[in-house]
């Protein structure tokens, strides 16, 4: 396991601030792609939009979402048609998830985290494994969540722990008392899975 670094009370703000450093220097490394891994759901896009504010060479990142849910791409739960409408206009490819891609290594893993310890797609009972020899999967999570009831595609912990580097970023007292229990090795959900497997750097904004 990785040490896990919090930064606590961190807004959209600084959050962003510090996405954008990372990507600056990780461009710096390197003049070909690079390729990172974002979320889903309400927290991520009003950091996403901070953060494209920002002098990056944007064309030259290739984003893929964490997961997504089994409904056209015009469809407000779309994870997929809410990043394109962010991304693509300052020329940055997002992919669509699909059991067919090859998934590559990401040089960064951006993760959120829901209240019963789910990353991703990959909840509680969907028992994601560390040993998954698939990259992508679909599944249905059981109870489905009422505000998003439809079955999910997304990348399993193999290939989330195939990173350079690991940032969550969480919101509500709730969900940092499962991010700490799951940090110190308390809990099987499956964000104790992957920060007991991970061996990157990790940091969690809560």
Avoid at 136 to 147: Q, S
Avoid at 178 to 196: K, N, Q, Y
Wanted: hydrophobic content about 45%; overall charge negative.
């Amino acid at each position: 396991m990785s040490i896990v670094q919090t930064i606590g009370k961190a807004n959209d703000g600084v959050v962003a601030d510090w996405l954008a450093a990372r990507l600056a220097t990780l461009f710096g490394a390197t003049d070909g792609p690079l390729t990172i891994t974002v979320p889903g759901g309400s927290t991520p896009f009003p950091i996403i939009a901070k953060l494209l504010t920002n002098d990056l060479p944007w064309a030259r990142l290739v984003v893929w979402p964490n997961d997504d849910r089994l409904v056209p791409q015009d469809h407000p739960a779309s994870n997929t048609g809410k990043l394109r409408a962010a991304f693509e206009r300052v020329g940055t490819e997002v992919v669509t998830l699909s059991e067919m891609e090859e998934v590559p290594r990401f040089d960064l893993a951006w993760l959120g985290m829901g209240e019963d310890g789910h990353i991703a797609s990959l909840f509680p009972n969907t028992d994601p494994r560390i040993d998954e020899a698939r990259q992508i999967i679909r599944l249905t999570p059981d109870p489905l969540p009422p505000e998003a009831p439809f079955g999910r595609i997304s990348l399993t912990l193999p290939a989330l722990l195939a990173s350079g580097e690991i940032v969550f970023v969480i919101r509500g007292d709730d969900k940092r008392a499962v991010f700490d229990a799951a940090a110190a090795g308390e809990s099987d959900l499956p964000v104790a899975r992957l920060l007991g497997a991970a061996r990157q750097p990790v940091t969690c904004f809560a």
